[in-house]
C-alpha cells in the first residue's frame, strides 16, 4: 500500500510531486485544438500526454500549437513517444521533447511491437528505459502486465509502471486483472492502466483493483461525446478510489442477511 492513511486519499505522487487527479488524459484524435480544450477541462486531469512525433508542440511554428490549448501553465505536459518502434528512436524524441519543453524531465516511454496490435516491445523498452534513467528523465513507462518484467522497469529506476489493460484503442476494458493485482502488489512505484480502457466502469475497476491511475486517450476522444465522456472519466476514477479505500465486502459462496437475526425483538 502506498499511503499513510488509509482513510485519507493523500493525491497521485510521481517523481516527487503530488496531482489532485488520478486520470491522465491523451491529447490526440480530437475534432480540433477546441475540443480537445473542453475535454481536457472536463476531465479534471492535470497531467497530459503529447506523441511528439505526431502532435505540434512548437516543432512547425507555422501551424496550430497544441500548447495553446492546454497551456503548460496550467497542465503538466507529458511527452511520450508513441510511434516508436525501437529504443533509439524512442530516447532521440524525448531528447527532442527535453529541448522543446525548456528541460522538461517527466516523461511516457512506449516502444511498439507492430503496428497491429501496438503491443509493448519489452527488450526495446528496457533498452530505452535505461538510457533514459541514466539521461536524467523521469521515466513513465507503458508495458506488458508481465509482473517479472514490470518489476525489472522499476529496479532500473523508472518512475511509474503502466501496463496496459487491453490493446491500445481496444476499448476491451482489463482482460487480466490477476496480473495488474500481482504488479501492483509488488510495486513501490505508481501503477497506472494504460491503454484498453473503453469506459467508465473500466476506469472504476482499475481503480477499485488498487491502481494508482488510469491514464486514457480513445475512450473519451472516441465517444461520440467526447466532453460528457471525459466528465464520467473524472468521477468512475474518483468512485473506483473512494471504493478501494472504503473496502469492499469479501465474496461468499452463501448470503449473509442485511438484517442480522441474532437479538432481533420478535
Known sequence: MKMTDMNQDLGLTIAGKTYHSRLLVGSGKYK????????????????????????????????????DAVPPSKYTILPNTAGCYNAKDAVYTLQLARELLN?????????????????????????????????GFD??????????????????????????ASLIGSGMGILNPWNLSLIIEQSKVPVLVDAGVGTASDA?????LGCDGVLMNT???????????????????????????AGR??????????????GRVA
Do not use: W
Not at 104 to 109: F, G, I, R, T
Not at 228 to 238: D, N, P, Q, S, V
Open 219 to 245: 475512450a473519451i476522444a472516441g465517444a461520440k461525446d467526447p466532453i460528457r465522456m471525459a466528465r464520467a472519466m473524472k468521477l468512475a476514477i474518483e468512485a473506483g478510489r473512494e471504493a478501494f479505500l
Open 139 to 164: 521515466v513513465m513507462v507503458y508495458c506488458s502486465d508481465d509482473p517479472i518484467q514490470a518489476k525489472m522497469l522499476e529496479d532500473i529506476g523508472c518512475c511509474a509502471i503502466m501496463p496496459l
Open 249 to 262: 465486502i469479501p465474496r461468499r459462496f452463501a448470503a449473509s442477511p442485511s438484517s442480522p437475526m441474532a
Open 32 to 67: 480540433d485544438l477546441d475540443e480537445t480544450r473542453l475535454a481536457t477541462e472536463a476531465s479534471g486531469a492535470d497531467i497530459i500526454t503529447v506523441a511528439i512525433r505526431r502532435v505540434n508542440i512548437g516543432q512547425d511554428p507555422n501551424a496550430p500549437n497544441l500548447l
Open 204 to 208: 472504476a475497476i482499475a481503480m477499485e
Open 103 to 135: 528541460g522538461h524531465k517527466l516523461v511516457k516511454l512506449e516502444v511498439l511491437g507492430d503496428e497491429k496490435t501496438l503491443f509493448p516491445n519489452m527488450p526495446e523498452t528496457l533498452k530505452a528505459a535505461e538510457a533514459l534513467v541514466k539521461d
